[in-house]
């Protein structure tokens, strides 16, 4: 049994656009999620999970943005456009790492691990911004990952900083997930007491709401109190089935429910993502290494 120690972690599966980001950051709710973490990432005419992210980033304010990222792109390539995006969007960033469909499993965690050794290729000290003696970063505190796998020789570093996170939010599926994930996602069957993770565990949760009757809103609610108090996860990630009326009435209904019980936050605390989700900072794994 989990024994929780803040509210609820809610986050809203997205289709689409992400029209109704607004109304889940108007909830408070934590994330909203962008892609499918079973491997279908594609959204409208074929725009990715991150591009989406990127247009939410200025259509929202402090709501986390999760995007399903898969690994048929170069680890460079991911690291840098999340690493990037961490930093425009205030430390808001959490991506899903999904293994393409034809990708070897021993591939897909040698990708993940090149990743996370690119965003540790800097320091959080390392940028200076010296105007007076033209140094925009301290290049000891800036260092050559030089990995070379199975898969992936990357020489590094990354030609961006170390995001505002230190990574950005890891979220994975839990029967693929890694020691480095922060969130592990399953439904509320696969997430049992025995699981092997120190990572929070959030139900992905599909609901509908029809047009609103007061007991199918009333069995929602008890539905997620219900699986939150007994400690079986630390959250939910919710899919409505018609978005175009699930989601107001999980805004204007089911959250202050649960908010009015306590469950579920009334707002947004201080600090990026990673701190409001209660997720420790994770340490530079090359240390006091000096670079280049």
Not at 158 to 175: D, E, H, K, S, T
Not at 214 to 237: M, N, P
Request: hydrophobic share 45%; charged share 20%; with cysteine.
């Amino acid at each position: 049994m989990i024994a929780h120690d803040r509210p609820m972690i809610l986050g809203l599966r997205l289709g689409g656009l992400g029209e109704h980001a607004a109304l889940a950051e108007q909830a408070g709710l934590d994330f909203v999620l962008l892609g499918d973490p079973a491997g279908g990432v594609d959204g409208p005419v074929g725009a990715d999970p991150l591009s989406v992210a990127a247009f939410l980033m200025t259509t929202t304010k402090t709501i986390g943005l999760v995007a399903c990222v898969t690994d048929d792109w170069a680890p460079f390539n991911v690291a840098r456009a999340l690493a990037s995006f961490d930093l425009l969007s205030g430390g808001r960033c959490g991506w899903v790492a999904v293994r393409a469909g034809d990708s070897e499993a021993a591939r897909s965690e040698e990708h993940l691990e090149v990743v996370l050794k690119l965003f540790d290729s800097w320091d959080d000290e390392a940028l200076v911004f010296d105007k007076a003696s033209a140094v925009f970063a301290d290049r000891t505190k800036v260092r050559r990952i030089r990995h070379s796998g199975a898969y992936f020789t990357v020489d590094g570093p990354l030609n961006a900083p170390r995001p505002p996170q230190g990574w950005p939010v890891l979220f994975q599926p839990l029967a693929s997930a890694s020691a480095a994930a922060d969130i592990v996602l399953a439904s509320l069957d696969d997430l049992k007491e025995s699981s092997a993770t120190t990572a929070k565990r959030l139900a992905e949760f599909s609901f509908n709401l029809g047009a609103g009757p007061a007991e199918s809103i009333a069995a929602l609610v008890e539905q997620l109190a219900g699986a939150y108090g007994e400690g079986r996860c630390e959250g939910f990630v919710l899919t409505p089935a018609n978005p175009a009326t699930d989601i107001p009435l999980l805004v204007s209904h089911v959250i202050p429910a649960l908010q009015a019980r306590g469950m579920a936050a009334t707002g947004y605390g201080e600090g990026d993502l990673r701190t409001r989700l209660g997720l420790a900072r994770p340490a530079n794994q090359f240390g006091d290494q000096v670079g280049p």
